[in-house]
């Protein structure tokens, strides 16, 4: 069965950081570019990142660029947000999800960031 | 703001045909194909429908999509009541400072 897990969410103060995790099990992850996408509480789902299956082509939203950091390691299996300067538009439920040709086919239940002091 | 313009929300009764529209622009519909997902809240998203009008096995007839120039459009006939949900169109984004995958600001459909 193909999935997903996400972790690391949690509380941070504003400027703080914070790291998630998504591991992915019954697949071969190391053949598909996989991403970030957030939903804020009442809104509607926003694209974060995205990162190709070799890691060689990324891209950030405008909302992230120069303070979230996309990654993967193919041999653990698992993608990678390191969120940096967090800001109180960044509390959000963040959710990794597997990409191929036809769109996002596959998402994770999400972890919750929280950004209060 | 979103950068795909979806109405907030749609409703309808068992059994009708419901269409939620989703505007864009030619930098996202107008030249890249069209995904539809949909999301439950507190569960995971789910891809309903890809490349404009295909449907990933497993999701009924009952949804379509369609594109024309810079809009496209997704239909649900024979409403049921699980198919209350949020629906949220996407597409990539060819933008000046790189691709970008937009998401539509979701339509909530309820069924009366």
């Known amino acids: 069965e193909v999935q997903l897990v996400e972790s690391g969410g949690g509380l941070v103060q504003p400027g703080g950081s914070l790291r998630l995790s998504c591991a992915a099990s019954g697949f071969t992850f190391s053949s598909y570019s996989m991403s970030w996408v957030r939903q804020a509480p009442g809104k509607g789902l926003e694209w974060v990142s995205h990162?190709?299956?070799?890691?060689?082509?990324?891209y950030y939203a405008d909302s992230v660029k120069g303070r979230f950091t996309i990654s993967r390691d193919n041999a653990k299996n698992s993608l990678y947000l390191q969120m940096n300067s967090l800001r109180d538009e960044d509390t959000a439920v963040y959710y990794c999800?597997?990409?191929?040709?036809?769109?996002?086919?596959?998402w994770g239940q999400g972890t919750l960031v929280t950004v209060s002091s | 703001q979103s950068v795909l313009t979806q109405p907030p929300s749609a409703s309808g009764t068992p059994g009708q045909r419901v269409t939620i529209s989703c505007s864009g622009s030619?930098?996202?519909?107008?030249?890249?194909?069209v995904n539809w997902y949909q999301h439950l809240p507190g569960t995971a998203p789910k891809l309903l429908i890809y490349t404009n009008n295909q449907r990933p096995s497993g999701v009924p007839d009952r949804f379509s999509g369609s594109k024309s120039g810079t809009s496209a459009s997704l239909a649900i006939s024979g409403l049921q009541s699980e198919d209350e949900a949020d629906y949220y169109c996407?597409?990539?984004?060819?933008?000046?400072?790189?691709?970008?995958?937009?998401f539509g600001g979701g339509t909530k459909l309820a069924v009366l």
């Open positions: 999800a597997r990409w191929d040709s036809r769109g996002y086919d596959c």
């Open positions: 030619s930098s996202n519909i107008g030249s890249n194909s």
């Open positions: 990162i190709s299956s070799s890691s060689s082509t990324i």
């Open positions: 996407a597409a990539w984004d060819d933008s000046l400072n790189g691709p970008n995958w937009v």
